[in-house]
T-cell receptor, first 110, second 113 residues
Framework: DQQVKQNSPSLSVQEGRISILNCDYTNSMFDYFLWYKKYPAEGPTFLISISSIKDKNEDGRFTVFLNKSAKHLSLHIVPSQPGDSAVYFCAASNNNDMRFGAGTRLTVKP | KAGVTQTPRYLIKTRGQQVTLSCSPISGHRSVSWYQQTPGQGLQFLFEYFSETQRNKGNFPGRFSGRQFSNSRSEMNVSTLELGDSALYLC????????????FGPGTRLTVL
């Protein structure tokens, strides 16, 4: 059962523009959400997280938005850079469980 | 601090064989989780070990097993390999059980022929 879904397998944006990656979840018990970035031949690396008590968390060019009523979170990257090209996984967790989405491959074109 | 290391990085096996993968967590981390990554499926949770005990288990058949040693290093074993077991196997370590922020190793790419 896919409790965390990333419906866009890929996304292509121009350098300098905004990248928006989306993630939906079904389990309302999830209370902590994370984004990981993965380059080829490397493991995923933690990027940014948000607790369910917040609706926005910002770290430099990366901002995560959480809409609890819609069970939806998004990652905004502004401005996008070619080095941001990678696969992005969202994850949702509670005290007992952590689930990952299938990933979105972001390509930032120079 | 050294990161999470996994050995081997690549492995080719044939159907019916068994395989053992190894993971060394970040020093001081006591929890090790294992994931299977296949195209389109994302990361599927296999199990988590903490203090040498399996604490959580995902929805995988009994052919998938693991263990953790007193130094927190962990091994994962897959017996009677099937073609569908071909995947990238990732381990992640965290300081505590069910730690929210996990640190991943580079993975072991297993190909079953």
């Amino acid at each position: 059962d896919q409790q965390v879904k990333q419906n866009s397998p890929s996304l292509s944006v121009q350098e300098g523009r905004i990248s928006i990656l989306n993630c939906d979840y079904t389990n309302s018990m999830f209370d902590y959400f994370l984004w990981y970035k993965k380059y080829p031949a490397e493991g995923p690396t933690f990027l940014i997280s948000i607790s369910s008590i917040k609706d926005k968390n910002e770290d430099g060019r990366f901002t995560v938005f959480l809409n609890k009523s819609a069970k939806h979170l998004s990652l905004h990257i502004v401005p996008s850079q070619p080095g941001d090209s990678a696969v992005y996984f969202c994850a949702a967790s509670n005290n007992n469980d952590m689930r990952f989405g299938a990933g979105t491959r972001l390509t930032v074109k120079p | 601090k050294a990161g999470v290391t996994q050995t081997p990085r690549y492995l080719i096996k044939t159907r019916g064989q068994q395989v053992t993968l190894s993971c060394s967590p970040i020093s001081g981390h006591r929890s090790v989780s294992w994931y299977q990554q296949t195209p389109g499926q994302g990361l599927q949770f296999l199990f988590e070990y903490f203090s040498e005990t399996q604490r959580n288990k995902g929805n995988f058949p009994g052919r998938f097993s693991g263990r953790q040693f007193s130094n927190s290093r962990s091994e994962m074993n897959v017996s009677t390999l099937e073609l569908g077991d071909s995947a990238l196997y990732l381990c992640a370590s965290s300081l505590v059980l069910q730690g929210r922020e996990q640190f991943f190793g580079p993975g072991t790419r297993l190909t079953v022929l």
